[in-house]
């Protein structure tokens, strides 16, 4: 950095971190500009997924997923984000200009959360209830506000609602014959920069332990993890906004980010869960369980859970890919 001016290559690295973000079925569809002193990112249509992803919700989602990241990211390196949504109504795929200035004061919790990126996975197994339930959850619900946004519990006594709503979804996709081939396509690989290799996606015997998930072509033979959980104990928390806008979701992906982090950095598992909510039939019943009007966006799982694997996180595509810097005046 040089008189403020944070350089190209500092920016590159941000945006790789930033890349770790999740996304729907790893999917990640996000393209990124830098130009001169501010980064673009703009959303990827061309990997929006059509059948289970029609309206660009999840994309959204993912992509404010990974602008938060950046943010994240780039406080623990000591840099404030200025950020613009949505910047130019005649580019509708602009989704966010940022840019960078040296902060007056970087936290504790700045640099934690950063750390925890690089340990933050979707754990699709079975979990113990959360450790110290009940002050996570009091940040977690500051942290949604912050993102005008509001996280609300699922209690106990409603668990069975959610799951009848979660197998109600897989019934309507049953016979969906397109729906099965787009999930195929995603989910299984084991050499591809993109998508949920093979390894993350958990046995039937093991789904089956967790009633909310979203049933994915699985691999009969893999062992099992975490026999001595028994069932799922995870809090169940539901991310909701205050209406419907490509904005609201922008900014319910963004919230989403730093939830998951603060649960990693608070060494808690996690396992956001959109198949509910991408159906208006399942978001109907979802919402008739809230307390609130908001409108629900993202599922997410939350416990306690032991290592259970080396496997490496999954994977991203290349920067190359994802990145173009521009050429400055002069």
Not at 295 to 312: E, F, H, K, L, N
Request: charged share 25%; aromatic share 4%; glycine share 6%.
């Amino acid at each position: 950095m040089t008189d403020g001016v944070v350089d190209v290559a500092t920016i590159e690295a941000l945006i790789e971190t930033a890349c770790r973000a999740p996304s729907l079925h790893n999917s990640q569809p996000w393209k990124w500009v830098i130009d001169g002193k501010k980064v673009h990112l703009y959303a990827d249509d061309e990997r929006l997924l059509p059948i289970t992803d029609n309206s660009g919700r999840q994309l959204s989602i993912s992509c404010g997923a990974a602008l938060d990241h950046l943010r994240v990211a780039a406080a623990g390196t000591d840099l404030d984000s200025h950020i613009t949504r949505f910047p130019d109504p005649g580019a509708p795929d602009l989704l966010a200009t940022v840019e960078f200035q040296p902060a007056a004061k970087t936290s504790e919790e700045d640099r934690t959360r950063a750390k925890a990126i690089l340990h933050r996975r979707t754990d699709r197994l079975v979990f113990l209830p959360p450790r110290d339930w009940q002050k996570v959850s009091a940040v977690l619900h500051d942290i949604a506000i912050g993102y005008d946004a509001r996280v609300e519990e699922i209690p106990p006594r409603r668990r069975a609602e959610l799951a009848h709503v979660s197998h109600r979804a897989a019934a309507l996709h049953r016979y969906d014959s397109t729906y099965k081939a787009e999930l195929q396509w995603w989910t299984g690989r084991s050499t591809l920069p993109d998508g949920i290799p093979v390894t993350a996606v958990p046995s039937r015997a093991e789904a089956s332990r967790v009633p909310f998930g979203r049933a994915f072509p699985v691999a009969e033979k893999q062992p099992m993890h975490r026999v001595e959980v028994g069932v799922d104990r995870s809090q169940i928390l539901v991310l909701t906004t205050p209406s419907d806008s490509r904005e609201d979701w922008l900014r319910c992906g963004e919230a989403l980010s730093t939830i998951l982090l603060e649960c990693t950095a608070r060494g808690l598992a996690t396992c956001p869960l959109t198949h509910m909510t991408e159906l208006p039939d399942s978001r109907s019943l979802i919402r008739e369980m809230l307390t609130g009007s908001g409108v629900p966006q993202v599922i997410v799982r939350v416990g306690s859970a032991s290592a259970w694997t080396a496997d490496p996180l999954t994977p991203r595509r290349p920067l190359a890919d994802v990145l173009t810097v521009r050429p400055t005046a002069g």
